[in-house]
């Protein structure tokens, strides 16, 4: 292996940040890895960071603050100082479980200071993100995809105004019975809001390709569910 100099201004001894592991786990469709990330220069901490793929080859880091499963802020609580996940949470009905281990101790510091345990950390089901309008009113329209075998679609959401869906044909056309005005209002917290609307289904649509567009007032959406 050819030995590669440090960039210009860059300490060779700096521990920096430094990812420590990743385990990987596959969930609707998504790969999602919980970065072990440690600080060995200031903080001597390392949490887990929440990162995501699509193929398992090509990650992403959207979510760097705050940490996805973070660390106890007592300095003598067993997860106050180092994390680490493993790749196999507990995905029930309703929530998703990750254990993992932890100690207090540092990097930077005393590492094998005690205490130290098996924690849990409970996600609601598919709440890893969120969406919602800066200001309160906002729409998003997905990509057009075939509904041929789609027989009902749920939203992930928690809802303080209104949440309305529309569909749309390929060219972004507003389809007669399928309208904002069309579709029946959801409101309040639910992992399973259901889609519907006064006169139609999704079983009244031609063969084609057709984009859902979300209706936002007040509400903040985590996933899409097409059954």
């Known amino acids: 292996m050819e030995y590669l100099p440090p960039a210009p201004g860059v300490n060779p001894t700096r521990r920096g940040i430094q990812l420590h592991g990743g385990p990987v786990f596959r969930h609707a ?3 999602f890895s919980l970065l072990q990330k ?27 603050s705050p940490d996805f499963i973070g660390l106890s ?23 998703i479980r990750f254990y993992y281990g932890a ?27 969120g969406v919602s309008p800066i200001n ?8 057009p995809r075939s509904l041929a075998d789609c027989q009902g679609v749920t939203v992930n959401a928690a809802i303080q105004g209104e949440l309305r869906i529309e569909v749309l044909d390929a060219q972004g056309y507003r389809l007669p019975g399928f309208t904002r005005e069309d579709a029946v ?16 289904t999704l079983r009244d649509l031609p063969p084609g390709r057709y984009s859902l567009r979300l209706h936002l007032d007040r509400a903040e959406v985590f996933a899409l569910t097409l059954r």
Request: glycine share 12%; net charge negative.
């Open 29 to 31: 469709g998504v790969y």
């Open 103 to 129: 100690y207090s101790g540092l990097w930077n510091g005393d590492l094998l200071r005690t205490p130290s345990g098996i924690g849990l950390a409970v996600l609601p089901l598919d709440r890893f993100a």
């Open 73 to 95: 802020p007592d300095p003598n609580h067993f997860d106050a100082g180092c994390l680490w996940t493993n790749e196999t949470p507990v995905i029930l009905d309703d929530e």
């Open 185 to 200: 209002p959801r409101h309040g917290d639910s992992l399973r809001h259901a889609v519907a609307w006064k006169t139609k």
């Open 38 to 64: 440690m600080d060995g220069e200031i903080t001597g901490r390392m949490p887990s960071e929440l990162a995501i793929s699509r193929d398992g080859i090509t990650w992403s880091r959207p979510f760097r």
């Open 136 to 143: 309160g009113i906002g729409q998003i329209t997905l990509r």
